[in-house]
């Protein structure tokens, strides 16, 4: 069994964590979604691309906060006025004027959105949605994608015991099937509130799979013809395929736009936002948390959003991508493997071919972070502005030695 | 007549949430484990098998409900099969409580039911084989690394029998077993030296000893049989040994994910005691 000394202060770390927290890590950040034993559980700071471990090493980093640091880590442009703002005071009782400003800018911005209400996490603005769906539809079901991953509540996660009705008026369709999702409908008729949808289909464990083509327009047409909402789950996409949002690059038409993430370059802010029809239902339902009106994350959406126009990200972090997923299907190649990038450049992910129980990108993911990239093995990954052609040149370097590694760890069993 | 009061081992101390636990639920599970280690000590134990009445006869554990496990004897062989006929002797329950308990080493009433000649050698040898089961995976001192190997093999083709038949039975955890993707996980030391297996095919789950009927799709692995013991005794924390990576998950990670809780329940229901 291969360990390593490497990660030594983040397992003893773990170790006291698991004493006295459920799980030591929860969710997507614990050992079991990396590879145990072969990979960092902690990290203390960060700064452009790169991001260093609580053993002290550092890694160009491909996760950036699980999609949220799309300008990168320290960005001063975000965190000076977030930092001034901090000074001044944070949770002022009441919201503070980039609340305001915060709501103008993104409604000017995001394509079909009329108004927008915040929160903390995705979680917080996908659930709204489906609460709005409900209420103003009087309809109960909530239509998603098998295996698509809209947050932690109860409603969408793999919580399920029977105590637990939130799944109850859920139901899941195969992502890309238009029979099957009519299918739902025909058998529901009268009951849909709504379909949530991810831009493309992300799914953990998994190649990511692009829409089929007529697909976001089919998801309008039949969400027109039940009276049913279509909510678009930008959270993890966000601005990295298009800065007036992911459905503009996909051509969908939706009726709620969830955000978060790499809306405020990494402060904890998410956002719900919906058209003109939505808009009395959202006023008289109850929409609140302490902390949700804090003022530092809105001013640092406003300066992240401010630049992200300035400097064109979007092409910048989808240029990124493309050198980085020729580069390791070129390496992959000459190291005698066919792997996949699939999804959108600057959101890629790698798998093997003929691999689908992901043997391979566990050990290539425990390679690279061993050299010094992070590169998780199960899910998808994130370019940010700060990754430069220089970084991805010494990442392929290091994934052309990982392939060799990968090769002898698995001679003669695949 | 029953000696497997060694169940409570796993999770020792585990809060069972009897609410959420019936006596049926816990009847099946432990009837599938008793049965899987007798023979699994019939194939593992020498001494065992030596003790074991020569000759072709059968003995069935039967409850309510048409809950039977069917053990066949054929010259020391012993296999377990679906329910092929009476028997030499029915060892019956009355009810899932008798049946839960008693296969838990409490009390319960237990009726044997001789229904051939041989039926004394049946009774025998399964008495032989289960009394025998509970003092492999009771035993905590070992004079041999043969005699650690075999408790923790013994432990694991418990728990993963326990498991399989828990994902198919409890309705508390169905949710989470019906998540589980279909394939195999293959559970084993880091050498090999003990080896078992966890099937799902369609609503079917089914276990084993040694290496997997086909290629696994994920693997959990111990660094070594101590750390296999200790996480089957949990004297071990199980999540600690993971991150320290002395327990490794490879493969189909979220098959391996999905068998936490499942294992988890197991330990509940090993632990459970409608007496007390």
Redesign the interface.
Known sequence: ????PRYALS?DL??RA?SVIP??IYGSKS???S????FP?YFTEGSGCRIKDADGHEYIDYLCGFGSMILGFGNPIVDDPAIEQLRKGDLLNQPGPAMVELAERLTALIDGMDWAVFAKNGTDATTLAVSLSRVHTGKPYVLMAQGAYHGSANWCS?N???VLRDKDEVRLFPYGDVAALQALFDELRGQVAAVILTPYHHAT?APQQMPPAGWHEAVRRLCDEESAFFIMDDIRANFRLNLHGSHRAMGAKPDFVCMGKSLANGYPIGALMGTEELKKTASNFFITGTFWTSTVPYVASLACLNEMERLDVVSHVQAMGARLKQGLIKAGMEAGYNISCTGPDAIPFMTFDDD????HN?EFSAQMATRGVYLHP?HNWFLSYAHKESDIDETLEKAAESFQEVKKAFQGEF | MLALSFLDVYHPGAMVNQKTLTAETVARVRSGVVAALSVAVAESDKASFEKIPKGRYSVVLAGPKGLQRYLNFHHGRVQERENKGLGSVILRFPSFQDMATKLGGGSGTLIPIPLSPSFLKAAQAFQTLSSRGGELCARREFSTEEEQRQTLDMLMTAALRGVAETAMIDSWTAAKSASMSHGIVQVQTQNGSVQGWLKRDGKVFSSGRGAAPAPANARLCFSDESVGLGVFTGTLPALKALGRGHVSIRGRVPMIQALFPLLDRFGQIMAWNKES
Request: charged residues 10%; glycine residues 14%.
């Open positions: 069994m291969t360990t390593t397992q773990f170790d698991a799980g030591g050992p079991g979604f590879v145990p034993g072969r559980y793999s399920a015991y029977p464990w689908a129980d992901m043997w566990q199960h």
